[in-house]
């Protein structure tokens, strides 16, 4: 019990979140917020779920994404930081699959574009292009596009809807 009310007392003494980065401003839509998606390719015999998670990090200094496929089968987590040198969202994506990728992002509208090169595809992707969108009903559209040996191929796609 003492170690629990420790732990209690150390979380109320914890500063209020930081104000987030203006330059992560285009992404407060997205934040703060649970987002289940269907792929597109998904089926009742062999169902693709996505959950995602969209919320400040680091003080307000980044994005911190997580997002789990069927329950954990996959999962990947990703940090977006503005790179102050360099002027432009930057971004790094890891797997339970054992690559990663680094990236960079820019904003139309509610509208983002990421194109991003990837480390240790064990299926010959080199590159990814994604465009994820928050469309007018309040669901969120993700189309990705893969350089797979050489040519340039549709990727994953889906659906997703915020989760109350």
Request: proline residues 5%; without cysteine; negative net charge.
């Amino acid at each position: 019990m003492r170690s629990v009310l420790v732990t209690l007392l150390f979380l109320l003494a914890l500063p209020a979140s930081a104000a987030l980065d203006p330059n992560l401003a285009p992404f407060e839509p997205y934040l703060n917020k649970t987002w289940r998606g269907e792929f597109s390719d998904s089926t009742p015999e062999k169902p693709v779920v996505d959950i995602s998670t969209w919320e400040p990090a680091l003080q307000g200094k980044a994005i911190r994404i997580r997002h789990s496929l069927n329950q954990g089968a996959y999962e990947g987590e990703t940090f977006v930081v503005w790179n102050k040198e360099r002027e432009q969202l930057e971004f790094f994506y890891f797997t339970s699959a054992g690559f990663y990728t680094r990236g960079t992002a820019t904003f139309e509208g509610r509208r983002f574009v990421a194109y991003e090169t990837v480390t240790g595809s064990d299926e010959g992707i080199t590159e990814v292009r994604s465009e994820v969108s928050l469309n007018e009903d309040g669901t969120m559209s993700q189309q990705a596009y893969y350089l797979k040996q050489g040519e340039w191929v549709p990727g994953h796609s889906a659906l997703y809807r915020e989760v109350k």
